[in-house]
């Protein structure tokens, strides 16, 4: 296991609902919640280019955008 440290943040009380709420629902902790949250928000993100953007090769997103987005977020 990684060395660890501690860090104490204050969240507004709407905000640690939802996330007790998130770490029930994942079974798992609030601190492992918000310890991938904060990893995520830091790691490198990848830049897209513009060339090709929208360019899926696929002919036919427009007529299946629903389930597109719900494949995208894993729904």
């Not at 990848?46 to 389930?67: C, K, L, P």
């Amino acid at each position: 296991m990684d060395a660890m440290s501690q860090v104490v943040i204050e969240l507004p009380e709407d905000v640690a609902a939802r996330l007790a709420e998130r770490a029930k629902r994942d079974h798992t902790t609030p601190e492992e919640v918000a310890s991938e949250a904060v990893e995520s928000y830091l790691s490198p993100r990848r830049s897209v280019g513009f060339a090709r953007i929208g360019d899926s090769g696929r002919s036919d997103i427009s007529e299946n955008v629903d389930s597109e987005i719900r494949s995208a977020l894993g729904l």
